[in-house]
């Protein structure tokens, strides 16, 4: 059964850092990972699909990464900002079902 | 730019009643589902949906849950006889291919009272 991982569970750092937030996955059979950001009490905003075939992904300030046979991906966020606060999950897609983990909350704080 | 749109966005009932959560879907995606998103855990899957047929589902999705396509833009998700426990967000997604990018609607919250 495939479970997703995420650390930290929760993330404060100062504006201007660039951070990394960690998502572990134990079945690497996957069609693709898709990193989201979710406001308090909002919907899911889509920010990277990975399909299995990439290593790596980028927009804007963010860049993704994905080592299938080891079961990691990484989400990198370059120079934070206020804006960025939020919890950041990712989802593995298994089959018909996108898998998520628990999330990391971020603060940026000015 | 296209965007999948849920309504009500809050819904309150009284345990035993019937809902039905409504989804309109990105208009050339093929493939719907429904996740629900209980207070303070993770977002679970409840079902997924395709050529007119639910092509796969959790063991959360019991015989009090349904889906339901009645016309070329709506997705549906009742709930027959609610239960305290079915207090959730609930979100609706699709996606154009079973491996492309999955996009969410805003959510529903459901209350059970």
């Known amino acids: 059964k495939q479970e997703v991982t995420q650390i930290p569970a929760a993330l404060s750092v100062p504006e201007g850092e660039n951070l990394v937030l960690n998502c572990s996955f134990t079945d690497s059979a996957i069609y693709n990972l898709q990193w989201f950001r979710q406001d308090p009490g909002k919907g899911l905003t889509s920010l990277l699909l990975?399909?299995?075939?990439?290593r790596e992904q980028t927009s804007g300030r963010l860049n993704a990464s994905l080592d299938k046979s080891s079961g990691r991906s990484t989400l990198y966020i370059a120079a934070s900002q206020p804006g960025d606060s939020a919890t950041y999950l990712c989802?593995?897609?298994?089959?018909?079902?996108?898998?998520f983990g628990t999330g990391t909350r971020l603060q940026v704080f000015p | 730019e296209p965007e999948v749109t849920q309504t009500p966005s809050h819904q309150v009932t009284q345990m035993g009643q019937e809902v039905i959560l409504r989804c309109v879907p990105i208009s050339n995606h093929l493939y719907f589902y429904w996740y629900r998103q209980i207070l303070g855990q993770k977002v679970e899957f409840l079902v997924s949906?395709?050529?007119?047929?639910?092509?796969?589902k959790s063991e959360i999705f019991d015989d009090q849950f349904s889906v339901e396509r009645p016309d070329g833009s709506n997705f549906t998700l009742k709930i027959r006889s609610t239960k305290l426990e079915d207090s959730a967000m609930y979100f609706c997604?699709?996606?154009?291919?079973?491996?492309?990018?999955?996009?969410f609607g805003q959510g529903t919250r459901l209350t059970v009272v």
């Open positions: 989802a593995v897609h298994n089959t018909d079902k996108l898998i």
């Open positions: 949906f395709y050529n007119n047929e639910i092509s796969e």
């Open positions: 990975i399909q299995s075939s990439q």
């Open positions: 997604a699709s996606s154009e291919a079973v491996d492309t990018e999955a996009f």
